[in-house]
């Protein structure tokens, strides 16, 4: 028989769901900004869709509505999953166990324009510059716009 | 003794679509002998003809030439890489020396046996557009007469000449673009091929179904559907939900059949979305979650069990049937991701007896009478515990059945999960399986393991052995008449166990995940033992591994398979 390592006999409790109030609470104090600010461009959504059919629909669907092993990345679904977390949360997530077949075997670049497209077809709307890879820790997924003053 | 021979070497090249299929050498079956329903019935010992094996899907193959004294011996005789666009679980069919192998995204390839040599190789054109990912598993394929049959991730049935590779009809029976697909291949009872389809967790004016088609022409002989309709038999277990909101009740593993009692049995999985306070009722949701026992000859319902009523925690029980005589009762087995082991009478649908593992702690199942209490049902956004996680203890890996032992032996994975339901929209389009927020742990009995094979006596209901690997179980089991018992792992072992004692008698490290069915056969009077490799699946092999023991790296590519056999005497 094999023996199990000692180490996998530590329960992975870091893996329970990181969303914190007081995280949240941290960075709306900093003025960070949200998916309703314009934070990515159309043209990166554009080619994050074509990224997507070829990477991510087999499972999520063309329309993005999930299948029998694969949540919806849209609508209910999708604010239920990660609204209030934010898309520095939403990248790894993605980075580090997409495609199911293949994580992490993508460039970054490409899981940024996914992640666009993602968000375009949430409705958040576009702006003027696109996703980098800084700051998507400091942009809130929040299901509405922040009222303006 | 098969005969090859090289009839032409035609490049398959299509105008205007380079790159679309590579030029392949042509070849074909010589002295192929059809197929009849009494050799399908009682397949020759050799020869592995159905899913598997036998209609009892048992698993188990009557060869011993490789038994627990010499299989330490086994090497690698040869090796094949498979389409890479897309999940692995196949199953080779093996005829007189031939194995017809199902690989992914519906390509279909003949291949000499003993040799490893290529002989035809079906390949349809592809969509530029066509879904990638962990999709486009072909669990298996089916022999009959003179054709092989399969099902398409695109929702055909198809036909191919056994000989050439040639399709020879070609049957859509739904929309793919409303979400249906086949990952489960067919069965031939009677001069019908049988299939059940899948993807049907979406809101549509639709519903899932079993369909028999006739073997000659592929065309649609009956269909039935696998959940009750408003007004009909069993409606009102749907509350007042119209139709299109009557979703899953999916058939992603592929049927059983028993010649006497002239029926078929298919599982079928749970209600979409999972959740009764996100699917809107909490009504039992016939016919899902259970075995249907079907006329192959009509396609009528002749009777059903559902397993778990009213199932709510994705927990399905759409697996394999397992058909054995126990007392001289006709019964079948069947465990669902609760390693919950049901005994039914096959005969009446009748409940026999359950047999809990212990692992799971969402229902106390009463082992006398069935009736099922669930402990912990999700409401929506509330955070529960439950074991094991919505991947399951038990999945695709089927069992298989050893007649030396009486004994089931248990592809698992033991896990469990924080999980928070969430809502969908209660539109056309929408539905689905409903989101979870979900973050998997350890069993706390699996002393840091991922992977349980077990071996469970089915008179007794007592546990005979049982083996745990850091990483899940990964492939379905192979029981043969040598004593020896085969299965593979997430990382990359195959093995062959001492059935009796659960000793390891021979393991192996191949280049990626050992994942499909691994079968047995001869081939010019020679045992051979194949074990497919691979990735993707949208199931434990993917994400739970990744998330628990990440420490452990496997390619994420690598669909193939392997082929070992005792070394020739010298």
Redesign the interface.
Known sequence: ??L??????V???S???PMTASGLQATQADGQRTVWDGVYTEEQAERGGVQY???????H???L????????LV????T??WGERTLGELFGKIQ??M?????N?LPAQTYRNILAFILRANSYPPGDQGLEADGLDQIIISAKPEPRP | MIVRSLVCASLAVLVGSPGLVAPSLRAQVTDFRPVTEETLRNPAPGDWLNFRRTDDAWGYSPLDEIDRDNVGQLQLVWSWAMDESGAQEATPLVYDGIMYLPNPQDVIQALDAATGDLIWEYRPERDPDARRGGIGAQKNIAIYDDKIFGTTHQAHIIALDARTGEVVWDTQTADPSLGYQYSAGPIVARGTVIAGITGCERYKEDICFLTGLDARTGEEKWRTSSIALPGGPGGDTWGDLPLEFRAGSDMWMTGSYDPDANLVYWGTAQAKPWARSVRGTDGDALYTNSTLAVNPDTGELVWYYQHLPGETNDMDDGFENILIDVGGRPSLFKMGKLAILWQLDRETGAFIHATDLGYQNIVDVDPETGEVTYLRTPEIGVEMTMCPSTSGFKSWRAMSFSPETNALYIPMTLNCEIATFGPTERVIGGGGTGPVRRADYRHPDAEGALGEFHALDITTGETLWRHRTPTPINTAALTTAGGVVFVGDFDRYVYAFDEATGDILWQTRLATSAQGFPVTYLANGKQYMAVPAGTGGGSWAGLIPRELIPEIRRPDHGNSIYVFALPDPR
């Open positions: 028989m094999r199990i390592p000692g180490p996998l006999l329960i992975a409790i893996l329970v769901h059919t070829e990477s991510c629909a087999g499972c669907a063309p329309d509505r999930g299948s029998t092993t694969s949540p919806s609508g209910m679904s999708f239920f999953l580090q166990l495609p199911t077949d293949r994580p075997s």
